[in-house]
């Protein structure tokens, strides 16, 4: 398997790192996403 570029690497970073803040489930958040968090708290406010 050919190692990716730079720019390529710096995308898929890129990417892993916003699915993980807002995507992926957190347990300290109940085991949901950072993004299902902040809109529960928006409709409950």
Do not use: C, D, F, W
């Not at 916003?18 to 409950?44: C, D, F, I, K």
């Amino acid at each position: 398997m050919p190692k990716p570029n730079v720019r390529t690497a710096l995308h898929n970073l890129a990417v892993a790192i916003e699915h993980y803040n807002e995507n992926h489930p957190h347990s300290a958040l109940g085991y949901r996403s950072p993004r299902e968090y902040r809109r529960q708290r928006v409709t409950l406010t």
